[in-house]
C-alpha cells in the first residue's frame, strides 16, 4: 500500500504559503479509511494492534513484504469505521492511519523527506483550529507531528527488514483461512503468516538471533494475533444482521405510508 493512498492532493508544508493554515479535525475524521480491510503497521505496533486485528503478511514471492493488520474480510469493507466516519470506540487506530492528514513525501533531493498536508482535507482553513506555524516557525502542534512521522518513517523501515529477514529464513508461508460464519464458510487468503511447522524446525542458532534482535517476540504476537480473524467474522455477521434489520424496519414504514394516508382521508 502507497504511503499517500489516501492523499487527494498532499503538498510540501511551506512557512510561507502555509503561515496562516489551521487545521480542525473534523467529527469524521476517519471517514477516508472507511473503505480499506487493510492498514500497514510498524513492529512497534504490534502488542496494542494484536488486541484487536489479526497481524498479517503481505508480499509476493520475490520478497517483498510488509506487515498489515486486517480491518475487514471483504473488500472495501473497514469494520472499525462507522458510517460517522468515526474509529469504532476502545480499539487502536494504527499510525498510519493517525497521521493523516499529515505524511512524509519525498522531494527533488534523494536523502531528504519533506512534511506533507493533504490540503483536501476539509478542516484544513486559515479562521478556525490548531495553527501550524507561528512567526515563521512550527508551532509546538507541528513540531509534535513531525516528530511524530519521523519516528514513525523509522519504525516502518525496522519493520520492512523484519520482514525481509523472516523471508530470508523461510518462515513466512502463503495462507488460506476458513472462516465459520452464520451464512456458510469463507476463505480468506492473499496474506502470508509466520509457519508453524518451519518455525518448530529452525535451528537454536537462528532462535538465538531472533530472541536477541525482538523478532522472536512479534512473532508470538503475530500467531496470537490471528485469533481475531474470528472476531471479524463475528463483527462482520453483527454487521449483516443490524443492515438488514435496518433495510427491514425501512421496508415495514414504507409499505405502512400509504394505509395511514388513506386513514387520515376518510377521517377527513
Request: aromatic share 8%; with cysteine; net charge negative.
Amino acid at each position: 500500500m502507497s504511503a499517500t493512498v489516501f492523499y487527494e492532493r498532499a503538498v510540501a508544508l511551506d512557512r510561507a504559503a502555509h503561515q496562516n493554515t489551521k487545521i480542525q479535525i473534523q467529527p469524521d475524521h476517519y471517514a477516508f479509511a472507511h473503505d480499506t480491510n487493510a492498514l500497514p503497521i510498524a513492529a512497534s505496533e504490534f502488542a496494542d494492534a494484536g488486541r484487536h486485528y489479526p497481524i498479517v503478511f503481505v508480499g509476493d514471492e520475490a520478497g517483498n513484504f510488509h506487515v498489515a493488520v486486517l480491518l475487514g474480510l471483504e473488500d472495501k469493507s473497514n469494520l472499525f469505521v462507522t458510517e460517522q466516519g468515526t474509529w469504532r470506540p476502545d480499539t487502536y487506530v494504527p499510525a498510519f492511519a493517525r497521521r493523516y492528514p499529515f505524511v512524509l513525501g519525498t522531494t527533488s533531493e534523494a536523502d531528504r523527506l519533506a512534511v506533507c498536508i493533504d490540503e483536501s482535507y476539509p478542516g484544513i482553513n486559515s479562521a478556525d483550529g490548531v495553527a501550524l506555524f507561528e512567526d515563521g516557525k512550527e508551532t509546538g502542534y507541528l513540531t509534535q507531528m513531525m516528530e511524530f512521522l519521523r519516528v514513525f518513517q523509522g519504525e516502518m523501515e525496522l519493520t520492512k527488514n523484519m520482514a525481509k529477514r523472516l523471508n530470508e529464513l523461510g518462515l513466512l508461508s502463503a495462507k488460506t483461512i476458513t472462516i465459520s460464519q452464520a451464512d456458510g464458510d469463507r476463505y480468506l487468503s492473499g496474506f502470508w503468516v509466520v509457519d508453524e511447522q518451519k518455525f518448530a524446525g529452525i535451528d537454536d542458532a537462528r532462535v538465538v538471533e531472533l530472541q536477541r534482535s525482538g523478532i522472536l517476540r512479534l512473532i508470538e504476537l503475530h500467531r496470537a494475533s490471528l485469533g481475531n480473524i474470528q472476531r471479524l467474522a463475528m463483527q462482520l455477521d453483527e454487521q449483516r444482521r443490524l443492515k438488514a434489520q435496518q433495510q427491514k424496519d425501512v421496508a415495514s414504514s414504507t409499505d405502512a405510508a400509504p394505509a395511514d394516508t388513506a386513514s387520515a382521508e376518510s377521517a377527513a
